[in-house]
């Protein structure tokens, strides 16, 4: 946070301050965030399971699907399927 902060000429104090007056949290923009790119990595056939997990920062391919099914209700795979099936 105090990275993307300092790239908006926010302190770290400050930038929080503006998230809260718009009822969000670092957490929250940071989890739709991961979830938007993951959706958008599973429509394309080019990445696998796994690297997706990696660009979606995380260590694990078991931590992504979890967290995938969590943010959607379905795993990966199903929601890759889901997309491409005519």
Do not use: N
Request: glycine fraction near 6%; hydrophobic fraction near 35%.
């Amino acid at each position: 946070m105090a990275d993307i902060a300092r790239c908006l000429g926010y302190s770290a104090r400050s930038f929080h301050r503006r998230l809260s007056e718009h009822g969000l949290s670092f957490q929250t923009l940071a989890e739709d965030t991961r979830r938007e790119l993951a959706e958008g990595l599973l429509r394309d056939q080019h990445h696998s399971l796994a690297e997706i997990a990696f660009l979606t920062g995380f260590a694990e391919q078991s931590s992504f699907t979890r967290a995938f099914k969590r943010w959607v209700g379905k795993t990966p795979a199903s929601y890759r399927k889901d997309r491409l099936t005519p």
